[in-house]
């Protein structure tokens, strides 16, 4: 395929040059010879260009607004999938877990708020979180901009937490999360594979 683009543009550019060829003098021809000659190169190059494809685990973001319709919370995270293999294989229980892919999962508050009667000022933490099979341990953590959860540090903890987990009705394949309203806040609900789980907070 690029070769036949190769031969398209070599013959656009020739029929060209011997266009030109017949209507300038041939004292002119040597700039636009330079001139045919740089266009084509950089025809070539542009076509050339490649991108990446789509990331194995792409990157999503949801925002949550409080009653006065202003931006509250917003939640950007990786979706991984499951393609064939089981929740366990891939988030064992009792395992502290970035909450998605690649880079850890990012939680920013736009307005003070509260989890689980713990005060949060406004700024960017992570959200780490702990599976098991009935209930999640929640983490939010003031380190930002980490990698998976290696350079964790418990030191840098806000505040933790346990929430139940449910089973879900369906499959999810991709690790989705969701914000939903409730009296005076709301829930940040995430789902991957049969799991469920509701992060309550307040605003």
């Known amino acids: 395929m690029y070769i036949q683009l190769l031969f398209i543009q070599f013959n656009f550019f020739c029929n060209i040059f011997f266009f030109l060829l017949i209507r300038i003098k041939f004292t002119n ?14 025809s070539i190059y542009s076509n050339s260009q490649s991108f990446r494809p789509l990331d194995k685990s792409p990157m999503d973001l949801i925002e949550f607004s409080s009653s006065d319709g202003e931006k509250a919370v917003r939640v950007l995270y990786s979706r991984p999938q499951l393609k064939g293999r089981n929740f366990s ?56 901009h980490t990698w998976g959860a290696y350079r964790y540090n418990k030191k840098d903890d806000v505040l933790r937490f346990n929430v139940p987990a449910k089973k879900s009705d369906n499959l999810i394949e991709a690790l989705s999360m969701v914000f939903e309203s409730s009296s005076g806040g709301g829930n940040l609900v995430l789902g991957w594979s049969d799991k469920i789980v509701k992060i309550p907070f307040k605003i």
Do not use: D
């Open 29 to 42: 021809m040597k700039k636009y010879i330079t001139t045919l000659i740089l266009l084509f190169f950089v």
């Open 89 to 144: 294989s891939l988030v064992p229980n009792g395992k502290l877990w970035r909450t998605g892919a690649n880079e850890s999962t990012e939680i920013t508050f736009y307005k003070p708020a509260s989890m689980n009667n713990v005060k949060i000022e406004k700024g960017s933490y992570t959200l780490y979180t702990i599976p098991n099979e009935n209930e999640w341990t929640i983490i939010i953590n003031k380190a930002t």
